[in-house]
């Protein structure tokens, strides 16, 4: 008998991965490929079915027009205009069925994030206590841990509500995602560093800085929590002043070292505000700005947590050059793609940079901007100042603005370029945007920038 012009129609596990499978999805028929069926990964359900020998169609219950845009994305890795009828989460939850939620997270994400061409997608809201106090938005997938009020809040990569959990808290000052559905929170009304479990409420570890032989040790508050593969660094500040760093084992929980002990008697010694890990170099930034009467004041550090040692540090208003006497810093920030410091200055606004890896007593280089346009769009904005480094772009909020510098890339002749002419600046928002408030915090994650605004409900996405 000649079968050559025969076409089986199921497969059983190690057959050809041309042969074609039938499908009967909500009483609709649907015919594709073992290989279509097995790149939704080896975990999905649609790679199991291909592995399935059967003479007839497998039947499952479930929507067909929502499984034919799945389907059209395993052929071609990206989804078709009839997906536009159906909200994300619809699609979501279909993908989270048939195990290729990371097909259509990749087909959904947004284009890579570039400040200069950035706009306003939405506004993600708590459905209580609106006014974000603090937040966490993780680079790996765009996904935010909010602090509002006393409680915490998690949207997915759709930014899609998860979870909250009411805490102890009356306000949250820092919240920090250390591992997955768990969560690190601190409060300068009340003391201790708090670990929480996202997924059932529950507090599960305390850690408080104290010192028997010290009498002023007591009731500590935490100020800024950063984090390694391994360990979590909070700043810790008591009521008298004194201040530190503790370094935290994750998997225990338990205190591995204090280091950057000071009294607080001065700016030079207040606890860090910002504290951030440099994995690369192995080294802990950390920051610290007060602004009065007569301009800004503060330091930055940097410390080996090996050693518990500062192995550099500027303080400004300082003496020589680098401190540009009368124009100190307003905010700082580490690029940890381009291991580069970068600091914003209080009065013109002007941005410094310095190399990490080649610092010394006076390491600032400031940003030019040789666009006149530019350089006159706003005017000088004398004011509040957020300044954060994602995606080897810098970006700084003055006031209600917020601007972007960029890295030139693709230069063949960039070796003949000073650095500080690497850069270009342009505004992210239009002049109705800064009239909406302060911005009070700004940071990065997956291809989304996040940005909260003084006394104003929500984060801008």
Same mark, same amino acid.
């Given at each position: 008998?000649?079968?050559?012009?025969?076409?089986? &129609?199921?497969?059983?596990?190690?057959?050809?991965?041309?042969?074609?499978?039938?499908?009967?999805?909500?009483?609709?028929?649907?015919?594709?490929?073992?290989?279509?069926?097995?790149?939704?990964?080896?975990?999905?359900?649609?790679?199991?079915?291909?592995?399935?020998?059967?003479?007839?169609?497998?039947?499952?219950?479930?929507?067909?027009?929502?499984?034919?845009?799945?389907?059209?994305?395993?052929?071609?890795?990206?989804?078709?205009?009839?997906?536009?009828?159906?909200?994300?989460?619809?699609?979501?939850?279909?993908?989270?069925?048939?195990?290729?939620?990371?097909?259509?997270?990749?087909?959904?994400?947004?284009?890579?994030?570039?400040?200069?061409?950035?706009?306003?997608?939405? /506004?993600?809201?708590?459905?209580?206590?609106?006014?974000?106090?603090?937040?966490?938005?993780?680079?790996?997938? !765009?996904?935010?841990?909010?602090?509002?009020? !006393?409680?915490?809040?998690?949207?997915?990569?759709?930014?899609?509500?998860?979870?909250?959990?009411?805490?102890?808290?009356?306000?949250?000052?820092?919240?920090? +995602?250390?591992?997955?559905?768990?969560?690190?929170?601190?409060?300068?009304?009340?003391?201790?560093?708090?670990?929480?479990?996202?997924?059932?409420?529950? +507090?599960?570890?305390?850690?408080?800085?104290?010192?028997?032989?010290?009498?002023?040790?007591?009731?500590?508050?935490?100020?800024?929590?950063?984090?390694?593969?391994?360990?979590?660094?909070?700043?810790?500040?008591?009521?008298?002043?004194?201040?530190?760093?503790?370094?935290?084992?994750?998997? /225990?929980?338990?205190?591995?070292?204090?280091?950057?002990?000071?009294? !607080?008697?001065? &700016?030079?010694?207040?606890?860090?505000?910002?504290?951030?890990?440099?994995?690369?170099?192995?080294?802990?930034?950390?920051?610290?700005? /007060?602004?009065?009467?007569?301009?800004?004041?503060?330091?930055?550090?940097?410390?080996?947590?090996?050693?518990?040692?500062?192995?550099?540090?500027?303080?400004?208003?300082?003496?020589?050059?680098?401190?540009?006497?009368?124009?100190?810093?307003?905010?700082?920030?580490?690029?940890?793609?381009?291991?580069?410091?970068?600091?914003?200055?209080? /009065?013109?606004?002007?941005?410094?940079?310095?190399?990490?890896?080649?610092?010394?007593?006076?390491?600032?280089?400031?940003?030019?901007?040789?666009?006149?346009?530019? +350089?006159?769009?706003?005017?000088?904005?004398?004011?509040?100042?957020?300044?954060?480094?994602?995606?080897?772009?810098?970006?700084?909020?003055?006031?209600?603005?917020?601007?972007?510098?960029?890295?030139?890339? !693709?230069?063949?002749?960039?070796?003949?370029?000073?650095?500080?002419?690497?850069?270009?600046?342009?505004?992210?928002?239009?002049?109705?945007?800064?009239?909406?408030?302060?911005?009070?915090?700004?940071?990065?994650?997956?291809?989304?920038?996040?940005?909260?605004?003084?006394?104003?409900?929500?984060?801008?996405?």
């Amino acid at each position: 008998m000649d079968d050559r012009n025969s076409s089986p &129609t199921t497969t059983a596990g190690g057959g050809d991965s041309g042969e074609r499978i039938k499908l009967n999805v909500g009483g609709k028929l649907f015919e594709t490929t073992v290989s279509t069926l097995r790149s939704g990964g080896p975990d999905s359900l649609l790679f199991a079915l291909s592995n399935r020998p059967a003479h007839d169609a497998v039947f499952i219950d479930r929507d067909p027009e929502i499984f034919s845009i799945l389907l059209s994305l395993l052929r071609s890795n990206r989804l078709p205009s009839t997906a536009k009828g159906f909200s994300n989460q619809e699609l979501i939850d279909e993908a989270l069925y048939f195990g290729i939620e990371s097909q259509l997270k990749a087909a959904l994400a947004p284009i890579p994030f570039n400040g200069i061409g950035a706009s306003l997608f939405t /506004t993600v809201k708590p459905s209580s206590d609106g006014v974000v106090s603090d937040f966490n938005a993780i680079d790996s997938d !765009g996904s935010l841990w909010m602090a509002h009020g !006393g409680q915490i809040s998690v949207y997915d990569w759709n930014l899609t509500h998860t979870a909250t959990v009411r805490t102890h808290f009356d306000f949250i000052d820092s919240v920090k +995602r250390i591992r997955p559905e768990i969560a690190a929170v601190g409060s300068s009304n009340a003391s201790g560093l708090h670990i929480f479990n996202m997924a059932d409420g529950r +507090r599960i570890h305390s850690v408080d800085w104290v010192d028997p032989s010290d009498v002023r040790i007591y009731k500590a508050r935490v100020h800024a929590i950063a984090d390694s593969e391994d360990s979590v660094f909070a700043s810790y500040d008591c009521q008298h002043g004194e201040n530190c760093i503790l370094m935290i084992d994750k998997s /225990t929980m338990k205190i591995s070292s204090e280091f950057g002990r000071m009294s !607080g008697s001065s &700016t030079k010694q207040q606890v860090p505000s910002k504290l951030k890990y440099i994995s690369d170099i192995g080294l802990l930034f950390g920051s610290s700005v /007060t602004s009065g009467p007569f301009g800004c004041s503060g330091y930055i550090r940097l410390w080996d947590p090996r050693t518990q040692n500062v192995v550099w540090e500027a303080n400004e208003p300082g003496s020589g050059r680098s401190s540009r006497f009368g124009d100190s810093f307003a905010a700082a920030d580490v690029d940890l793609d381009e291991l580069l410091l970068f600091k914003v200055c209080s /009065t013109s606004g002007d941005v410094g940079m310095a190399d990490l890896r080649k610092l010394s007593d006076d390491p600032w280089i400031y940003l030019k901007e040789k666009n006149p346009s530019m +350089r006159s769009a706003r005017g000088i904005s004398i004011g509040s100042f957020v300044l954060h480094c994602y995606r080897k772009q810098v970006l700084v909020g003055s006031d209600g603005e917020l601007e972007v510098w960029s890295r030139v890339e !693709g230069n063949g002749n960039s070796e003949e370029i000073a650095v500080e002419d690497l850069y270009r600046r342009n505004y992210v928002d239009k002049v109705e945007d800064s009239e909406r408030g302060v911005i009070k915090k700004i940071e990065g994650g997956w291809d989304r920038l996040f940005v909260t605004r003084e006394d104003v409900e929500g984060i801008e996405t």
